[in-house]
């Protein structure tokens, strides 16, 4: 039972490089999304999906791309990295339903030197 | 005005104690609530739906105070692994599509 699985781990790139952040889910979830997590400003959304082919931005979409060919991917695209992108990034996903609780990935540290 | 505010803490308390936090948002339109447990350098996991009217799950209880706009989450009987970081999640209904928001967490600590 993997649930949401997420590659890599950690990063190190410098600065302007490029990257992808893999996520996987094996439970049929609608929705995934992407979230940033910084000290002391909580979980910011980047980007989230509500099925397969349809992708939206959330509050801090900047610098990042996204696309959903499938059900189980999510992938987010690291354009040309930056310095403030520094960070801890979640994947999450979730059944449809408004009561329905995101589940996590283990998270990818990131950092852009 | 943030969406949803927490005291960062961190609460100090002696195992066995009793612990509240609470939780306040801003959009009244808010239909769905959780509390989220996240260790130190690990992902968010789901501690419990918080419902209207209120919810138990062993020592922890949710209330929703939809008059006030906040919820709380009280543990009883703190155990040393009950330290951790608690985030407030709270789901607008109002954008179309359900986007949760996360509070910054109230960090516990639960000293022997």
């Known amino acids: 039972n993997a649930g949401v699985t997420q590659t890599p781990k950690f990063q190190v790139l410098k600065t302007g490089q490029s990257m992808t952040l893999q996520c996987a889910q094996d439970m049929n979830h609608e929705y995934m999304s992407w979230y940033r997590q910084d000290p002391g400003m909580g979980l910011r959304l980047i980007h989230y999906s509500v099925g397969a082919g349809i992708t939206d931005q959330g509050e801090v979409p900047n610098g990042y791309n996204v696309s959903r060919s499938t059900t189980e991917d999510f992938p987010l695209r690291l354009l040309s990295a930056a310095p403030s992108q520094t960070s801890v990034y979640f994947c999450a996903s979730k059944p449809q339903g408004y009561n329905s609780p995101l589940h996590f990935g283990n998270g990818t540290r990131l950092t852009v030197t | 005005r943030k969406e949803v505010e927490q005291d960062p803490g961190p609460f100090n308390v002696p195992e066995g104690a009793t612990v509240a936090f609470n939780c306040t948002y801003s959009?009244?339109?808010?239909?769905?609530f959780f509390w989220y447990r996240q260790d130190c350098r690990k992902e968010p996991k789901l501690l419990m739906s918080?419902?209207?009217s209120g919810n138990e799950d062993g020592r922890f209880t949710a209330q929703l105070n939809r008059a006030s706009q906040y919820i709380s989450l009280l543990i009883r009987d703190s155990k040393l692994s009950d330290s951790a970081t608690y985030l407030c999640v709270v789901g607008p209904m109002n954008t179309g599509f359900q986007k949760l928001v996360f509070g910054t967490g109230t960090r516990l600590l639960v000293s022997p």
């Open positions: 918080v419902y209207s």
């Open positions: 959009n009244s339109a808010s239909q769905s």
